[in-house]
Each structure stands twice: as structure tokens, then as C-alpha cells.
């Protein structure tokens, strides 16, 4: 055998075992083969594009349940919110965050369609009469996956946090799960949904203490009580990015925020 044969097939034996290594890793992560792809694009991409910095690492638990929320200020901020979370739990485990987003992007073609259909986005109705959506979360909260919410609904403009609908706090006292607000800072822009993927930023994360609303959960789910837990964990979330909370004014003190013990930091209903 040539010098140049051994070479050649040398590397073409490196790229089958690079190539099994890449399936391998594929199809052993439980949320698919699309996910484990765009997470591999995006952790090479997302940090040099957009300069993505933290406050601290990631809270967010590797083996339970937990319902993210964050303000919303481009189609990137899923992709902004997930592509590192999994450094933050003991298991290094990467997993998906289901969001919840409207039906039209989660069905359209193209790359905003494919990333929500590989990241298990759950589609919603912008009428808010169809209670599927709702049922699903609770469905995944109860076996142990993570829910991210953008409270606000769709994509906004400006920095304080507009107003939010109360399903949130449904979703978070029926779930009983605990609730990590993020506060995305100047996330990717542009003309239209595609664009904030190839455009540079300068981004930042900051990551706040889990909400604990335990003093809520044998309280009757009232209009009135719900307004209440939705404006409690929209100040909280304000008060991340230094700004404010349009919906309501401030309560009192946060008169609902408990510290959250460790013990329920690692289980949830």
C-alpha cells in the first residue's frame, strides 16, 4: 500500500468514527436528531455572532420541571435563551425548552418554522380560545420538561415590560412549578423574522432568583388572583432589566415573593 492510499484512507476512517460519534450523540438525546443539530449550529455561531454574556450561570434545573419567562424582543430570543442553559445543572444535560408561540411561525416554512418544530415549540392560537396549548404545557411540566413563556405575547418594541396575560400565572400555580425569570438585553433586530439570525449584537442575559408562589397554590384561582401572581412575577421580571412593568402598578413590597428553598428547587409537581 501507497504512502498516499494509507493517508487517504487514514482520514476517511477519522470521518467514520467522526461521523458515528455525531449519530451517536444524535439520536441518544431524547429530544431528537433536529434539536441536537441546532444545537450544535448554535453553540458554535451564537457566542461570536452575538456576544451572548451572563450575569451568572444558569438556574435553570437539569432533571425537573420549570417555566421560564422573559421579555420579548426578537425572533432570536428562544434560540438566546436555550442554546446554553444546560451548563447550569450538575447533569450537564441539554434538553429543550418548549415555548409557547403562535401558530402561524411554528407552521411556516423555513428556518423560524424548522427551529420551533425542533425545539417542541407548542403552538398557540392568537384568539387565546383554544385550551390545547395550555393542557400540553401542564402535561410536560408534570413529567419534568422545561416551558418558556414570553408573557408580553408577540414580539415588542422598547425596554419596559408590556402588558401580560394572566395565563402565565395559571400555568404557574396549577403546574406548582418554579418560575425563572430572564431578562434578555438587546437582542439581534431586523427587518423581518430571519434577519436577527445573521445580524451581529451585543446581547446580554440576566438570570433572576426562582419565583416561589407556594403562598398561592391552595388559594382559589380567582380573575382578581390571577392578575395579582401575573403583575407579582412581571415586576420581578422588570426589576432584571432595571425598567418597569406597564400592566400594573407595583405591588406592595412584593408581598408574594418567598424564598425558595433547595428542597423544592430540585422536585416539581
Known sequence: MSPE???VL???IYLLILLAVVVYQAVKLPDGWRAWILFAITRVYAPGLWKIKRNQR???PGDSAGIIIANHRSPADPIILWYNSHLGNPQKKMRC???LMAREYYE????????????????VERNGKDVAPVREALRKLKQGDLIGVFPEGGIQEGRPIKHANSGIAFLALRSQAPVYPVFINNSPGGKNMVEPFYSPAETSITYGEPIDLSAYYDRKHTKELLEEVTTLMMWKLAE?????????PRPDEQA???P???DHRRTAN
Not at 241 to 248: F, I, M, N, P, S
Open 256 to 258: 408574594g415573593l418567598i
Open 108 to 123: 411556516r416554512p423555513g428556518l423560524v418554522g424548522w427551529i420551533s418544530r425542533a425545539m417542541h415549540s407548542i403552538p
Open 10 to 12: 487514514t482520514l476517511v
Open 97 to 99: 425548552i418548549s415555548f
Open 58 to 60: 444558569c438556574p435553570f
Open 5 to 7: 492510499t494509507a493517508g
Open 240 to 248: 432584571l432589566g432595571d425598567t418597569e412593568y406597564l400592566g400594573a
Open 260 to 262: 425558595m428553598s433547595e
